[in-house]
């Protein structure tokens, strides 16, 4: 019998995502995006789609290994089933890596165009594509990386955090060509990571000046974010209610003694229709009165229409008198959590939405207090980067972001959905108030520092102060155009490639 090893370039594919992965919490090591790529784009150009597509699991099936905690502890998945379901996602995502090398290796072959031109372009653009084909997925986009990186990330109020996935990529080519670069073709390289390097430093001389920048401080709210640390096995029973309801009673209380202007609980605190009349709806209104300001809490609600009920995930909003100023409804959905699409192609999944309810998507309506405009994301919701820029762009000059991350578990899935929410608030220079179920509940800055923050898994109450309002933003001007026009760009070039498969363009773009 004969031991046949990986071949090398399977092993570098490999290592390229894995090490890719290192950038993302946890360990954070932010540095490691800027030549992560580095293994796969010296793999050479055979069998690029099934090299790329090796990189991408080696990426996603650590980045996402937590989905196994969510489906089966949670879910009361099987595991084997709950490993399938595991693996088909992360097969699925790593596509549009495989998607982007062998794309940019085609465009080399057929049209000359160099990897550090044509990659960008194309990873960019199919980053968008994931954040919106099939209901959209775009957790670890590879600019999220650079949260920590607070001066790079200040030019996130430029493009997005799809500007910043196009200049790590660039980077990762650049560097590739010279790594790749032989004798009598220096020249090309170097002129294409200069440019590169003056991307760079351009980037990082704005951030630097951003940061210099007193942001226009108006009047500061007091907020007080309140962490119950509800156990999910328990949050449901109805027995545990009452408990529930003491948890925040008394954390609420500890908030207004502080001055707190507003109180927000996590997503689905109450646990009940808080709509229904009833004892426990009052015990909430009487929390409200008990308050000098206002008081903000995720429930589930129903609509009754024309004989059928909808459900919402929703958060509400009463004033100190416990009058209710508004609800704002969870508008981008978690399939395969809150839903099941196709249930008749994933049967055995349906159970993953016991206990939560088939919900309905609502719309970006920003809740109105006092003067002020709140949007509420719900959850997930803050790794939309459309969603967040509606809710600014229709008014809002504070976002709140409410969420049980007690699915996840002690995993590195709360450190990341907290690392791209934090995203949010320099695409849009806007304050965002964090209170989340089991932790991180956080107040985040519109530089996207993480100004204060609590543990994980321990009731806790944060009080802090946040300034309304919203600063100037390119990106919420234009939106995606950039990796928009990376999608029409790419999509033009392979109607190019795919006219004239035997030529290459002649000049200074005829190789790297």
Same mark, same amino acid.
């Given at each position: 019998?004969?031991?046949?090893?990986?071949?090398?370039?399977?092993?570098?594919?490999?290592?390229?995502?894995?090490?890719?992965?290192?950038?993302?919490?946890?360990?954070?090591?932010?540095?490691?995006?800027?030549?992560?790529?580095?293994?796969?784009?010296?793999?050479?150009?055979?069998?690029?789609?099934?090299?790329? %597509?090796?990189?991408?699991?080696?990426?996603?099936?650590?980045?996402?290994?937590?989905?196994? #905690?969510?489906?089966?502890?949670?879910?009361?998945?099987?595991?084997?089933?709950?490993?399938?379901?595991?693996?088909?996602?992360?097969?699925?995502?790593?596509?549009?890596?495989?998607?982007?090398?062998?794309?940019?290796?085609?465009?080399?072959?057929?049209? !000359? &165009? @160099?990897?550090?031109?044509?990659?960008?372009?194309?990873?960019?653009?199919?980053?968008?594509?994931?954040?919106?084909?099939?209901?959209?997925?775009?957790?670890?986009?590879?600019?999220?990386?650079?949260? @920590?990186?607070?001066?790079?990330? /200040?030019?996130?109020?430029?493009?997005?955090?799809?500007?910043?996935?196009?200049?790590?990529?660039?980077?990762?080519?650049?560097?590739?060509?010279?790594?790749?670069?032989?004798?009598?073709?220096?020249?090309?390289?170097?002129?294409?990571?200069?440019?590169?390097?003056?991307?760079?430093?351009?980037?990082?001389?704005?951030?630097?000046?951003?940061?210099?920048?007193?942001?226009?401080?108006?009047?500061?709210?007091?907020?007080?974010?309140?962490?119950?640390?509800?156990?999910?096995?328990?949050?449901?029973?109805?027995?545990?209610?009452?408990?529930?309801?003491?948890?925040?009673?008394?954390?609420?209380?500890?908030?207004?003694?502080?001055?707190?202007?507003?109180? #927000?609980?996590?997503?689905?605190?109450?646990?009940?229709?808080?709509?229904?009349?009833?004892?426990? /709806?009052?015990?909430?209104?009487?929390?409200?009165?008990?308050?000098?300001?206002?008081?903000?809490?995720?429930?589930?609600?129903?609509?009754?229409?024309?004989?059928?009920? +909808?459900?919402?995930?929703?958060?509400?909003?009463?004033?100190?008198? !416990?009058? /209710?100023?508004?609800?704002?409804?969870?508008?981008?959905?978690?399939?395969?959590?809150?839903?099941?699409? =196709?249930? %008749?192609?994933?049967?055995?999944?349906?159970?993953?939405?016991?206990?939560?309810?088939?919900?309905?998507?609502?719309?970006?309506?920003?809740?109105?207090?006092?003067?002020? +405009? &709140?949007?509420?994301?719900?959850?997930?919701?803050?790794?939309?980067?459309?969603?967040?820029?509606?809710?600014?762009?229709?008014?809002?000059?504070? =976002?709140?972001?409410?969420?049980?991350?007690?699915?996840?578990?002690?995993?590195?899935?709360?450190?990341?959905?907290?690392?791209?929410?934090?995203?949010?608030?320099?695409?849009?220079?806007?304050?965002?108030?964090?209170?989340?179920?089991?932790?991180?509940?956080?107040?985040?800055?519109?530089?996207?520092?993480?100004?204060?923050?609590?543990?994980?898994?321990?009731?806790?109450?944060?009080?802090?102060?946040?300034?309304?309002?919203?600063?100037?933003?390119?990106?919420?001007?234009? !939106?995606?155009?950039?990796? /928009?026009?990376?999608?029409?760009?790419?999509?033009?070039?392979?109607?190019?490639?795919?006219?004239?498969?035997?030529?290459?363009?002649?000049?200074?773009?005829?190789?790297?």
């Amino acid at each position: 019998m004969v031991l046949r090893f990986p071949r090398r370039d399977t092993l570098c594919a490999l290592a390229s995502g894995l090490v890719s992965a290192f950038a993302f919490p946890r360990p954070s090591w932010f540095v490691f995006a800027w030549f992560g790529l580095l293994p796969l784009l010296l793999t050479g150009e055979r069998r690029p789609f099934r090299n790329g %597509w090796l990189a991408g699991c080696g990426f996603f099936a650590l980045v996402l290994y937590w989905l196994n #905690i969510v489906m089966t502890t949670y879910g009361r998945l099987e595991p084997l089933l709950s490993l399938a379901a595991y693996l088909l996602l992360v097969t699925y995502l790593s596509l549009y890596w495989g998607l982007a090398w062998w794309g940019s290796c085609k465009l080399r072959e057929r049209l !000359g &165009l @160099p990897h550090v031109f044509s990659l960008p372009l194309l990873w960019t653009g199919l980053e968008y594509l994931r954040g919106h084909l099939l209901s959209g997925f775009p957790w670890a986009l590879l600019g999220y990386s650079q949260q @920590p990186f607070t001066t790079l990330l /200040q030019s996130a109020d430029l493009f997005g955090v799809y500007g910043l996935s196009f200049l790590l990529v660039l980077a990762n080519a650049s560097l590739a060509g010279l790594v790749r670069a032989g004798k009598g073709e220096r020249r090309k390289p170097l002129f294409a990571a200069g440019l590169t390097a003056v991307l760079v430093i351009a980037a990082l001389c704005y951030g630097g000046w951003r940061l210099d920048q007193r942001p226009v401080a108006g009047k500061p709210l007091t907020i007080g974010l309140a962490q119950g640390n509800i156990d999910q096995a328990v949050k449901w029973d109805p027995a545990f209610r009452q408990w529930t309801l003491r948890t925040y009673r008394e954390l609420t209380a500890r908030a207004a003694a502080a001055g707190a202007d507003l109180v #927000i609980w996590p997503e689905s605190a109450v646990p009940f229709y808080f709509q229904e009349p009833g004892q426990e /709806q009052r015990e909430v209104l009487q929390v409200a009165g008990r308050l000098k300001g206002f008081l903000l809490f995720g429930s589930p609600a129903y609509l009754r229409q024309e004989g059928k009920v +909808r459900y919402l995930n929703s958060a509400y909003l009463l004033n100190a008198d !416990g009058r /209710q100023l508004g609800r704002s409804d969870k508008v981008h959905l978690v399939p395969f959590g809150e839903y099941v699409p =196709l249930k %008749w192609l994933f049967p055995f999944i349906d159970k993953l939405v016991v206990g939560i309810g088939d919900f309905s998507p609502g719309r970006v309506e920003p809740l109105v207090m006092n003067g002020h +405009r &709140l949007g509420v994301l719900v959850c997930y919701e803050a790794i939309f980067p459309e969603l967040a820029r509606d809710y600014v762009n229709s008014g809002s000059d504070l =976002l709140v972001n409410i969420t049980n991350d007690a699915w996840f578990g002690r995993s590195s899935a709360p450190w990341q959905l907290l690392e791209m929410s934090a995203v949010r608030a320099v695409e849009n220079r806007i304050w965002i108030a964090r209170a989340a179920n089991t932790g991180i509940s956080a107040l985040i800055s519109p530089l996207g520092e993480i100004r204060q923050q609590t543990p994980l898994f321990k009731p806790a109450l944060l009080v802090g102060k946040v300034y309304p309002g919203a600063g100037a933003s390119l990106y919420r001007r234009i !939106g995606d155009l950039l990796p /928009q026009g990376c999608l029409l760009v790419a999509v033009l070039l392979g109607f190019a490639a795919r006219l004239r498969p035997c030529r290459r363009f002649r000049g200074q773009l005829s190789g790297e």
